[in-house]
């Protein structure tokens, strides 16, 4: 990387999360995250990783456990919240879904997963599949939108205002908040000074008025 000097480089450093027996998720993945960060930092100048800790995090959270996004400082668990401007988040890509399908996203559950990855720090990535044959254009152009409207970056900042099993609230920068879940009481989580700027099956987005 020191003899090209690119603008931009991502790097693939894929290793199994922390499991029990029953092949379900440890609540703590921070060796995983810390790992990558390490890898990261070690290779040196723009290079950047693929948040797999993310992933996987965010793929058994919409399952009913979206508590496990926040980790034991009430930050995001995964790189993002370490490292977040070295992470590229992801929901898909051809190795995990695609035709190879060797670790697919819950695929009723894209789009809680890119209103997470398009509304948080990092550097979040489309899947090529998801953009042009599922049908998913327009909300996840929606999403974009209001990333680049509210100037949502890599080290933006992130307040978890809930993370239950059923519901993910956070409250992004000050001007944008994100529900991720089927839950749909949310108490007095969103001011009265914020408006709907977008939704979908089980997520919203509200931006300041």
């Known amino acids: 990387m020191s003899n090209t000097s690119p603008d931009f480089a991502v790097g693939e450093k894929w290793d199994l999360l922390a499991s029990g027996q029953d092949r379900k998720l440890d609540a703590n993945q921070d060796a995983h995250r810390g790992a990558l960060k390490d890898w990261a930092q070690a290779a040196g100048g723009a290079v950047t990783a693929f948040d797999f800790t993310t992933k996987g995090i965010l793929q058994a959270a919409v399952q009913g456990e979206l508590w496990r996004l926040?980790?034991?400082?009430?930050?995001?668990?995964?790189?993002?919240?370490?490292?977040?401007?070295?992470?590229v988040t992801f929901i898909d890509n051809h190795d995990t879904g695609s035709t190879q399908q060797l670790w697919p996203f819950p695929s009723d559950k894209v789009m809680q997963g890119y209103a997470y990855i398009m509304t948080h720090p990092g550097t979040p990535?489309?899947?090529?599949?998801?953009f042009f044959d599922w049908g998913l254009k327009a909300e996840i152009t929606k999403l974009a939108a209001i990333r680049k409207t509210y100037?949502?970056?890599?080290?933006?900042?992130?307040?978890i205002l809930a993370?239950?099993?059923?519901?993910?609230?956070?409250?992004?920068?000050?001007?944008i908040i994100v529900k991720i879940g089927p839950k749909m009481d949310l108490g007095n989580l969103i001011p009265s000074n914020f408006q709907v700027a977008t939704s979908g099956k089980d997520y919203a987005v509200w931006s300041r008025k």
């Not at 926040?70 to 992470?87: E, H, M, T, V, Y």
């Not at 100037?151 to 307040?159: E, F, P, R």
């Not at 059923?166 to 992004?172: F, K, Q, R």
Request: hydrophobic share 35%.
């Open 125 to 130: 990535s489309i899947f090529y599949d998801h």
């Open 151 to 159: 100037g949502i970056n890599l080290t933006s900042t992130v307040n």
């Open 70 to 87: 926040k980790d034991s400082n009430g930050k995001p668990p995964g790189l993002i919240g370490l490292l977040p401007q070295n992470a």
């Open 163 to 175: 993370s239950d099993s059923d519901l993910y609230v956070a409250a992004i920068n000050d001007n």
